[in-house]
């Protein structure tokens, strides 16, 4: 298990040509192992029990961002389609302390389309409100959605992330460690070189 990013052995021809692209990308992101990456596939059934379920549990309000992705959703299981999400966790490995997921982002096939969004942790269907990364949301062929997502995952698993007492903050390559804060991701000295820093998602 965890041989290699993304696996999955129940993936159609279109699931698997989208999933092919992303996961051929993955083998070179700094600091991403298999381990950190899942590829699920859900059936309608199970995504709409889920969502109720949690629904009714919770009174969970979707994110108003988000309402294209809900309803393309919606859409996908009416259609009766299996719905592919990929999930990448960021994971926080100091040295000599304890490993945690810090960010969780995903990409979601909905019929011709790809949804791109930080996710929640622990249901990651559910998109998170914008904070760290700008979501992205393209249509096309399965193998352009990969490349779409793949340019995406790409971008934020290259960026810089330093901590503080505000939190996490996406940094420019270069930067300066400011006084009371740490290097989560890509400091100074495994930075890959030469590549563009992740524009922040907007302020709300």
């Not at 779409?148 to 290259?158: H, N, R």
Request: proline share 10%; charged share 25%; net charge negative.
């Amino acid at each position: 298990m965890y041989e290699d990013w993304f696996e999955d052995d129940e993936l159609n021809s279109k699931q698997a040509a989208f999933v092919d692209v992303v996961r051929e990308s993955a083998r070179s992101w700094p600091g991403c192992r298999p381990i950190d990456t899942v590829a699920l596939v859900f059936e309608p059934e199970e995504e709409e029990e889920d969502g109720s379920v949690a629904a009714q549990e919770s009174q969970w309000e979707p994110p108003a961002e988000h309402a294209a992705y809900y309803a393309a959703l919606d859409e996908a299981i009416a259609r009766g389609d299996e719905i592919v999400t990929l999930i990448v966790d960021l994971v926080d490995r100091p040295e000599g302390g304890k490993s945690s997921v810090f960010m969780c982002v995903g990409a979601t096939i909905l019929g011709d389309r790809v949804f791109c969004s930080e996710r929640h942790t622990q249901n990651w269907q559910h998109p998170e409100p914008t904070r760290h990364v700008q979501p992205l949301t393209s249509a096309g062929a399965p193998e352009h959605l990969g490349r779409i997502a793949a340019a995406w995952f790409e971008e934020i698993m290259y960026s810089s992330i330093i901590e503080g007492r505000a939190g996490l903050r996406f940094v420019p390559q270069g930067t300066a460690l400011p006084p009371h804060h740490r290097w989560v991701r890509n400091g100074p000295r495994n930075a890959p070189p030469d590549r563009p820093c992740l524009k922040p998602a907007p302020r709300p």
